[in-house]
């Protein structure tokens, strides 16, 4: 559930980084993809790997309650 949510999101956010980099071509936008695109897939993969566990670790405390 929330794994495709972040998925989505972040597949989104590439796609439109790459309409905006049709037009702005300058150093600064090379600083903004470096700064803050550059390392985000990896960030993304383990956030979902953390969202994951999380979703497995609710599952098995809803589990025992009932």
């Known amino acids: 559930m929330a794994k495709g949510a972040v998925n989505d999101a972040t597949r ?12 702005w071509r300058d150093a600064k936008a090379d600083e903004f993809g470096r700064e803050y695109l550059s390392g985000l897939g990896e960030d993304i993969s383990r956030a ?12 098995r405390v809803h589990a025992d309650c009932e």
């Open 12 to 23: 989104e956010l590439m796609a439109r980084w790459e309409r905006v980099r049709e037009t």
């Open 48 to 59: 979902v790997r953390v969202i994951d566990e999380l979703e497995r670790l609710i599952s």
